[in-house]
């Protein structure tokens, strides 16, 4: 048989393997060019910065910090909700403290909570959720636990992830998002963990893909050869 007849039959097979992935990587492509990266990073959703702390009143001295807490390694003056507070470390402890009063302020309580994600939260709709979760969701991958989500009643369900120790905020949430790691995971056909862009099934598919295009070529260079010579 002609080599003609054989890039046809295997252009077609392997076309109704790879096509409906193919599809995916298209539909994803273009969702992932179409939404702006910093809306899907959540940008929007949350204040972005610190404002700079500014002199409220005196603040607790150093060396009554490192009496208070035995083993202090380190420690950070810091905006928390409007005021000054100091980042404690103690090995792989942390603890917030009121940089006026050294009271003791983390773990954060499912009240604080609310307030700091309330005023980080750059929407006007209220709390709909708090929730401390001990194991990390899907949608925030390996970050450290425990941590308060805080989900708002908007359209987008956007979600706030908080630091019970420290306060940061550890991530920001919504539905385009989701959508854009619904359609990675198809894009990079990692399944299960949605982060490895050098599994064997994407190898696999990619090399599939290859030879779909470079039997296309062949064929489409055979026409053209054989209307030359038909002329």
């Known amino acids: 048989m002609k080599p003609a007849f054989w890039a046809r039959r295997a252009h077609k097979w392997i076309a109704l393997v790879i096509g409906v992935q193919a599809l995916l990587w298209m539909l994803s492509g273009v969702y992932m060019t179409v939404i702006s990266i910093d809306i899907i990073h959540g ?60 009271a003791r302020l983390s773990p954060l309580n499912e009240e604080t909570a609310g307030q700091l994600a309330q005023s980080l939260y750059t929407g006007d709709a209220p709390i709909l959720k708090i929730e401390l979760v001990t194991e990390a969701p899907q949608e925030v991958g390996g970050a450290s636990v425990p941590m308060w989500r805080v989900e708002f009643a908007d359209t987008s369900e956007s979600t706030l992830y908080l630091s019970p120790q420290t306060g940061e905020l550890i991530a920001k949430r919504h539905d385009l998002w989701r959508w854009f790691d619904f359609l990675w995971m198809f894009h990079i056909m990692d399944y299960e963990e949605r982060a490895d862009v050098n599994n064997s099934l994407l190898r696999v598919a990619a090399s599939l893909g290859l030879l779909f295009a470079l039997s296309g070529v062949w064929l489409l260079f055979y026409s053209f050869s054989n209307k030359r010579r038909s002329a």
């Open 43 to 102: 940008d929007h959703l949350a204040h972005a910065g610190a404002k700079p702390l500014s002199a409220s009143g005196p603040l607790i001295d150093p060396d009554a910090l490192a009496q208070q807490y035995a083993g202090l390694t380190s420690f950070r003056l810091k905006r928390f909700m409007g005021d000054a507070v100091y980042e404690v470390h103690q090995a792989d402890i942390i603890t917030l403290v009121d940089a006026h009063s050294g």
